[in-house]
């Protein structure tokens, strides 16, 4: 987290944000971890500053606040050691924060939209690990290669909208290497700057219930249907 948008994920635009002022790490056992990376006007933590360069464990729930910025960032979806997964992170503007792809901080508000995805990782994404593989190997052209013959089963016969979404939903349930799989894709609402930039375009352009063709971002390449 940090004002200068080329250099982090989630870009804080309050001029109290210092050109990187936070991290959140995420650990292999499932810990999300914050760090104020020694910001001029501090990182809060459900009302205390943090110290500075020193992690701090976070849990469900966790209130984060940046220098002055009116914004506040809530944890979603923290799971406990053990269950090795990976949150996202996006910017909270209300206290109704609603759930972003795969846990991490979210916030509420704004034009929304509601999606479901399903997301093949390869070696070349940002974490190249989910839930189905320990170490993912394979290349960008061939995860590529796997969203499409998913669409074309998807679309296979024309199915009406709740016979694409109950299908949608399956087949991310067994294949989606984002944890959302469990919830067959669903990634709740969000509005924008919740997700990564090509991903969040290619939600935002979908019709309700129409299914995007292959979508890259960071994390690997999605599929990604518009349910609401």
Same mark, same amino acid.
């Given at each position: 987290m940090c004002r200068d948008a080329s250099v982090c994920d989630v870009p804080l635009s309050h001029a109290s944000a210092s050109r990187q002022h936070a991290a959140l790490c995420h650990h292999t056992d499932g810990r999300v971890f914050l760090i104020d990376l020694g910001s001029s006007h501090g990182t809060f933590l459900d009302g205390s500053q943090l110290p500075p360069n020193k992690p701090v464990v976070l849990k469900n729930g966790s209130a984060i606040k940046f220098g002055q910025a009116p914004a506040k960032f809530v944890m979603r979806d923290v799971e406990s050691a053990g269950e090795k997964r990976r949150s996202d992170a996006a910017p909270d503007s209300t206290t109704n924060a609603k759930r972003s792809s795969s846990g991490g901080l979210v916030r509420g508000g704004g034009s929304s939209v509601r999606a479901a995805h399903l997301l093949v990782k390869h070696a070349g994404s940002r974490r190249p690990s989910s839930w189905k593989e320990k170490v993912?190997?394979?290349?960008?052209?061939? *995860?590529? #290669?796997?969203?499409?013959?998913?669409? /074309? !089963? %998807?679309?296979? =016969?024309?199915?009406? #909208? *709740?016979? %694409? *979404? @109950?299908?949608?939903?399956? %087949?991310?349930?067994?294949?989606?290497?984002?944890?959302? @799989?469990?919830?067959?894709?669903?990634? =709740? /609402?969000?509005?924008?700057?919740?997700? !990564?930039? #090509?991903?969040?375009?290619? #939600?935002?352009a979908l019709e309700v219930g129409q299914l995007s063709g292959p979508v890259f971002s960071d994390s690997g390449v999605h599929l990604i249907l518009r349910t609401a």
């Open positions: 993912i190997t394979r290349s960008q052209e061939e *995860a590529l #290669a796997m969203i499409q013959a998913f669409r /074309e !089963q %998807l679309v296979a =016969g024309e199915p009406d #909208a *709740a016979e %694409l *979404a @109950a299908r949608f939903a399956e %087949l991310a349930g067994q294949e989606s290497h984002c944890s959302s @799989a469990r919830r067959g894709g669903d990634l =709740g /609402e969000f509005g924008p700057g919740q997700m !990564q930039p #090509a991903f969040e375009s290619a #939600a935002f």
